[in-house]
């Protein structure tokens, strides 16, 4: 079996940092790409943050300038560095990789369980 465990949200004010961690864990031949996603109450889930295991990045473009994704391979890890946080920010942030497991050549999408990100006075 492969889990994705994030961690680092909580609650900060508007303009600060939060660092987010997810680690791959399991049953894992290969990693592909990895990601973050968000979804705030009442809306859906969005990609913020994607990385591919060459390192190349895409961001949405709310957060670009603001937001960091990068990745330790050796780790089966992925960053999310926030920095100027706003109060839109808020939501439950979700690691998200396409998984190549020992069992077998196909490749998956593997969640993580989310991690909540407030950002409030």
């Known amino acids: 079996q492969v889990q994705l465990v994030e961690s680092g949200g909580g609650l900060v004010q508007p303009g600060g940092s939060l660092r987010l961690s997810c680690a791959a864990s399991?049953?894992?031949?290969?990693?592909?790409?990895m990601g973050w996603y968000r979804q705030a109450p009442g809306n859906q889930r969005e990609l913020v943050a994607r990385?591919?295991?060459?390192?190349?990045?895409t961001y949405v473009d709310s957060v670009k300038d603001r937001f960091t994704i990068s990745r330790d391979n050796a780790k089966n890890t992925v960053y999310l560095e926030m920095n100027s946080l706003k109060p839109d920010d808020t939501a439950v942030y979700y690691c998200?990789?396409?998984?190549?497991?020992?069992?077998?050549?196909?490749?998956?999408?593997?969640w993580g369980k989310g991690t909540l990100v407030t950002v409030s006075i």
């Open positions: 990385i591919t295991s060459g390192g190349s990045t």
């Open positions: 998200n990789a396409d998984i190549r497991s020992v069992a077998g050549p196909l490749i998956q999408p593997f």
């Open positions: 399991g049953t894992i031949f290969r990693i592909y790409v």
